[in-house]
């Protein structure tokens, strides 16, 4: 009994380093996409006045729902594409992304909730921090995603240090700090992910 446990430990080993050697192909290109489209409407909407933007609270909840509806997709999406392009490594590819990328979104989520509750009047800080932390996970993810996802990180980057610099004049919410960095964000990396996953079928024929 010991050595079949041994040969399945070393069965899982391998396939974990065979995930760990291979691109990660989960991530559909027009739901990402589309994630870009719903923050560059939901700013849009903001600044007309059909949705809340006064107060640090209401303005905040908005693009927290925008935030779930858009992971919520791309999970789905996520989970049907990885069963689909890594068939026998698909558990471990997907765990291994959602692994990556839960830290970032816990942080998020964490700085968040302390901000709203002892400094609410610190919130304006919140989308440059939001859009940082991104930056640093699309950085740290090229590991398994095409490399040249750094575009985006560093879009990412450069627009949370933007967005921290210009905030802390008003001191203020504002939806297009929100709507265009992850807008348009997330339509560069929606072409990244397109142009690779081309790429990648080219190379298969």
Do not use: C
Not at 127 to 141: C, D, E, I, Y
């Amino acid at each position: 009994m010991s050595d079949l446990h041994k040969a399945l430990a070393d069965i899982g080993r391998i396939r974990v380093q065979l995930a760990a050697g291979t691109m990660f192909r989960g991530f559909g290109p027009a739901v990402i996409a589309l994630s870009g489209v719903m923050a560059l409407a939901a700013a849009a909407a903001q600044s007309a006045g059909a949705l809340p933007d006064d107060a640090p609270m209401p303005f905040l909840l908005v693009w927290i729902v925008v935030a779930i509806a858009s992971g919520a997709l791309i999970g789905i999406e996520m989970r049907a594409r990885t069963l689909r392009q890594h068939s026998g490594l698909a558990d471990v590819m997907l765990l291994n992304a959602v692994e990556h990328f839960l830290p970032f979104g816990a942080v998020g989520a964490v700085i968040a909730a302390i901000i709203m509750r002892n400094a609410p009047e610190l919130a304006w800080l919140l989308p440059g921090l939001w859009q940082l932390l991104v930056g640093l996970g699309l950085f740290a993810a090229t590991r398994f995603l095409p490399r040249t996802v750094m575009l985006a990180a560093a879009w990412y980057l450069i627009a949370g240090a933007v967005v921290l610099t210009l905030t802390s004049s008003t001191r203020g919410l504002d939806p297009w700090s929100m709507g265009l960095p992850f807008g348009v964000g997330q339509l560069i990396l929606a072409v990244i992910l397109r142009n690779a996953e081309g790429e990648a079928d080219a190379e298969d024929e």
